[in-house]
DNA sequence: CTGTTAGCGCTTTCAT
DNA sequence: ATGAAAGCGCTAACAG
């Protein structure tokens, strides 16, 4: 691989006027710009970014943890991201920590040698380990969907409680009383959020609250498998559910399916996310959709504005979602 | 962020002996290493991988080239590459391109520029530009599921033409003799392959190939729906339907439930490429599922020996996918 | 309009 | 057992 300096010397220059027509940053003269683009050209020179970003600290690299990708929602949301950082010349490092809190450090470790100038972070399971390790971690970094106590950051979220509400509305609104919900791993705060939506929902209608109603699960397809079949066999089962993402939602509808209940017809179901297959599932499923892309758009937007101006005050950004009304929902 | 220079300074050494204890790279007196070690405790002084990199000619990073990741199923195939890069210390850069040769090679010059240690390219739309782009691209590199002319490259694949037969054999088997073929797009080998498969399970069975039996469409759920319904408009509809791919299986069920036809009842559907959400569709989807994990496992395993030791002639290798019988599929 | 030079943070050869 | 110093490939202040 060619270097700067060999460039230089084949078009009888100095490396200073070779970085400069590189980056356009001082006048060259006209017919000495030829001859070194003419030569880069010839020995298909590629300046280095590592030597770059060590001169001037700046990788333009963003480190981005997912507790796991396996969920349609998070690959949704880092295609958003990874477009948006693109179109502004940074590139991203994925890391999946799979709700593991060795993984998740070892990776934080490793971004933080490898010097990204900021971090995009979205909500896992592990709390408390993690905020003191990005406590001392002075790089600049969004947090989405679940705030992290003594981590300066800034936040971003989408309004949960909105959209749990919102679900729960709908199904109210088609007459239904008897509405489970399946909600996700509580000690996530935007799963809890969706139940804390739903609860104020079903009491705005004067409905008390059935505990075997509320069952928790795990935001996967077979987790919603598990909590509909318990549902459903409940002696006086609901007429509605409210499954708080997509995954539960389809993985529960199968098990009613196989359990011979029909959807809607029996049984109407709300799922969260509207992840693309949520309008192609059998019945396609009525659900909140959460901005995917204007989200990735705004964490990579705040991200940069931290990255290039710095100190401006933490921002904190609410995101509100919307019910997609499908055919998995019907008047009761 | 703390330096080297300061950490020696501080522990009255130096830097030569504070890379020593860092790396583990000579012996040092176990004072003098107690004593830089607690200095970079104290200053919490993490290494640069950056000027590691300028001065070691690595990066420890692979570049990932993919159409997009919205297919779960290069989801999937990135998160068990990841897996594995991450077990040997590498890190993954992951590129969307989108079937955009512009962005792709936007993105291919900014991974040369980073100076990646390996590339990972899995199978996209235009080929004839790529090729040549890659053409000098002297990098390790591994190329998934097509084979690019010219490009000095190990190449790793699944066995898609048996793949087809396999799923349009299942069909035979049932009983079927009226079986259509959802292909994806025509200019991907893949979909080409498992096409050539389909058609020679016909044959082989003696069965004569009607035109149009074989529609192409995209391998999106979108136009797996598109598709099945314009073969279920058809004066003799088939019987059963092999969708080369999850997604399209999806959205045809999804378009056959919409028509008043049963799956698989009255048609029967084998989709390709197991996806998670394959088990809980409605009903779950009987598919040729490809070893993904041990794809990914592969292809990385192949990637970092060519990057280690270099010049060992180039791999192929071809996996073989299995038949996962679920309940989209019946006798006639 | 162009070049000299120092230095970014590290590794490693060569000395001692 | 430890250190001095060169150099990886680039940028930019300073000088001319």
Redesign the interface.
Known sequence: ?ATMKQVAERAGVSTTTVSHVINNTRVVSEDVRKRVLAIIAET?Y??????R??KNDR?H?IGMMVP???N?YF??L??GI??AA?KVGY??????AYDDPK?QA??L??L????IDGLILVASGSDDELASLLG?L?VPMVVVDRELPGVEADFIEADHETGGYLATRHLLDMGHRDIACVSGPINLPPSRDRVVGYLRALKEAGLKFRLDYLVRSDFT??G??AAFSQLLALKKPPTAIFASND?MA??G??AA?QAGVAVPRQLSVVGYDDI??A??????LTTVAQPKYRMGQLITQVLIDRIMVGDVPLRREMLQSELKQRQSTAPL
């Open positions: 691989m298909r590629i300046p280095s970014a590592v030597a970003s060590l990788t690299t796991n990708n396996s349609p690959a949704e880092i295609q990874e477009d693109f590139n991203i490092i994925l890391c999946n993984k070892a990776y470790r490793v933080m040698e490898k010097r001392d002075h397809s077979a919603g498998f995954l389809i993985g509808i199968c399916s693309a297959l309008s192609y599932s059998t019945p396609p």
